[in-house]
């Protein structure tokens, strides 16, 4: 198969995604359940890298989860999500919830993680996705930093093959 064109991060990122925190969305704590805001980040997530790879993809891997701030109630979530880096057939997207008062328009960074997405055929065989194009310094940082993370992963994942004989 040709190699597919690069993409840039623009092209598949989502910015600013809106969500109403109800009564429903509470935990015991009386704060933002957190199970739920990472399943819509990885449903989001899912669309980055669908967008970007043109393929049926699968969630692969998630990690460095860190809820910095609770939600609460009456807060507005913005999902702001976009693609870091690709490598063969897999994609790092990384995540940033803010939490905004509506009223004040007052604004807390509630949560980061990077989520890792395999594109697949139409065999659910790995495909190659197209290199990643970051456009703005920001960018670039991300896509540097996402290298770090994968060599990271790779790493534990052979030391621990390595324990576990």
Not at 18 to 23: A, D
Not at 34 to 39: L, Q, S, Y
Not at 112 to 117: G, L
Not at 127 to 141: G, L
Request: aromatic letters at 6%; charged letters at 25%.
């Amino acid at each position: 198969m040709p190699e597919q064109p690069a993409k840039p991060v623009s092209a598949s990122a989502i910015e600013k995604h809106v969500y109403k925190v109800f009564p429903n969305d509470m935990n015991a704590h009386n704060t933002v359940f957190g199970g739920m805001i990472m399943a819509k980040c990885d449903r989001l997530a899912l669309v980055v890298a669908e967008r970007h790879s043109a393929h049926v993809c699968v969630t692969a891997a998630v990690d460095s989860i860190h809820f910095r701030a609770p939600a609460k109630g009456n807060d507005t979530l913005l999902f702001n999500l976009s693609l870091n880096r690709s490598w063969g057939s897999s994609m790092e997207i990384g995540a940033k919830v803010v939490a905004e008062n509506s009223y004040t328009g007052e604004t807390r960074h509630i949560l980061s993680a990077f989520f890792t997405f395999v594109a697949l055929d139409e065999n659910d065989k790995p495909v190659d996705v197209p290199a990643v194009i970051p456009e703005t310094d920001e960018q670039r940082r991300r896509h540097a930093n996402a290298e770090i993370r994968r060599e990271g992963r790779l790493k534990t994942r052979q030391q621990l093959s390595q324990a576990n004989g």
